[in-house]
């Protein structure tokens, strides 16, 4: 028999109410009330913490819906607890990963001593919200000035299977970069051994001196009199290696004055995490994270 579904108009006008005539698990529920929406779309809004039951929100697909409830739907993401993410916004969440856009100046994760705000700090606040016992985990690092691209995993399951065949699971690493000067070879690769010294900065060698092999490959986007842009792709994920390589072929990336810069007209490093292509821990799909250039980076010469 077919039931009849009730849309209920909420009291504000961004959001739309549904009353559960059967017992049935929410995403199903979700897809039975927005037909008109694709599944992605649907999951999105429910991944993005969209979705209400009896007042308490729910991301998990398989929630199990009662007779008598009400399911609510909110339009506007602004009234969501994102909005209380502070350098950072969330591009992508699913019941196994976050990924984010982290600005410049704020930290992956601090030390056990520190209580600086951080990335991780933050989503944790944030996914406990929905359930005190969630977490996540640190699947790897931007430096605390870079921006861009950050992948966390919401079990210790999916973290340890992205670490442990990361070199197959990331497809792509896109950087955009913006260094000293005017790069001549408009596509080049570096190659370098990288070690660390005991004051925590790394060196460059050609040769091998027991550190990590590091390969970088990048090419020209733009240049002008004093700056050249460039997107950097990394086939190595070494520390500080975009960094240091730059730093090796004499040209720094934009204050950076640990690896050699001497001007910052953009106030703040010139590295940015454009881009991450993974292929996803449960469906094994190719997919694609990307983060826009900030506007400083398209300098013009002085």
């Known amino acids: 028999m077919q039931k009849n579904w009730k849309n209920v108009s909420s009291r504000n006008a961004g959001t739309l109410e549904y009353t559960v005539q059967e017992e049935m698990e929410l995403l199903p529920f979700l897809l039975k ?113 870079t921006s861009g691209v950050l992948l966390f995993a919401k079990s ?56 990590q092999r590091a390969i970088t490959h990048y090419k020209t986007i733009q240049a002008s009199k004093q700056f050249t842009l460039l997107e950097v792709h990394l086939e190595t994920g070494r520390k500080n290696q975009i960094r240091v390589h730059m730093e090796t072929i004499g040209h720094p990336i934009v204050g950076d004055k640990k690896y050699g810069s001497t001007v910052n007209p953009i106030k703040r490093l010139g590295l940015h995490a454009a881009k991450l292509t993974i292929l996803h821990p449960r469906t094994g799909q190719l997919v694609h994270y990307e983060a826009a250039v900030p506007r400083s980076f398209f300098v013009k010469s002085t």
């Not at 209380?84 to 930290?107: C, F, M, P, R």
């Not at 442990?164 to 070879?185: C, D, F, H, P, Q």
């Not at 408009?186 to 050609?206: C, D």
């Open 33 to 145: 009330m927005m037909a008109k929406n694709s599944r992605n779309s649907v999951k999105s809004i429910l991944a993005r913490g969209q979705v209400t039951v009896d007042g308490k929100m729910s991301k998990q697909h398989n929630h199990l819906l009662r007779e008598g409830q009400k399911v609510t739907i909110l339009k506007n993401k602004s009234a969501m607890n994102e909005t209380q993410l502070i350098g950072i916004t969330i591009l992508h969440e699913d019941e196994d990963i976050i990924v984010v856009n982290k600005e410049a100046g704020l930290l992956t994760m601090a030390s056990k001593n520190e209580k600086e705000l951080t990335v991780y700090r933050q989503l944790m606040e944030y996914i406990k919200k929905t359930e005190p016992r969630n977490r996540i985990f640190i699947v790897h690092r931007l430096d605390r000035d």
């Open 156 to 211: 210790e399951k999916v973290k340890e299977a992205l670490q442990s065949k990361w070199n197959t699971v990331v497809k792509e690493r896109m950087y955009i970069a913006l260094v000293e000067g005017v790069v001549r070879k408009k596509e080049a690769t570096i190659t370098s051994w990288l070690k660390e010294s005991k004051t925590f900065k790394v060196y460059s060698s050609p040769k091998d001196n027991g550190g």
